[in-house]
């Protein structure tokens, strides 16, 4: 069994949110990121294509995270851990 953890992904309710007040957040998170950005949906697509194909057999108990670097910003302390 796989998973993927996805960041913040360029979905309508997500651009719903980027423009509400907890949109600072994202902002945030998106500058404090190595990518800069927040992925479309076919991005994320893509990285579920591989995990489900035969390219990734050997993959086995994995989490694919996918977020552009938010966690990594989080743990070089760019942005604040929540309950932290």
């Known amino acids: 069994m796989n998973s993927m953890s996805p960041g913040i ?3 309508p309710l997500a651009q719903h949110e980027l423009n509400s007040p907890i949109g600072d957040g994202y902002r945030a998170m998106v500058a404090a990121s190595p990518a800069k950005r927040m992925a479309p949906p ?5 990285a579920a ?6 390219d990734a057999g ?3 108990g994995s989490d694919l995270l996918i977020d552009g670097g ?3 910003a ?8 929540p309950g932290r």
Request: aromatic letters at 10%; glycine letters at 4%; charged letters at 15%.
């Open 49 to 54: 294509s591989f995990l489900l194909g035969s």
């Open 74 to 81: 989080m743990f070089a302390d760019k942005l604040p851990v």
């Open 42 to 46: 076919e991005e994320i697509a893509v």
């Open 70 to 72: 938010v966690i990594a």
């Open 58 to 60: 050997f993959v086995t």
């Open 9 to 11: 992904i360029m979905t």
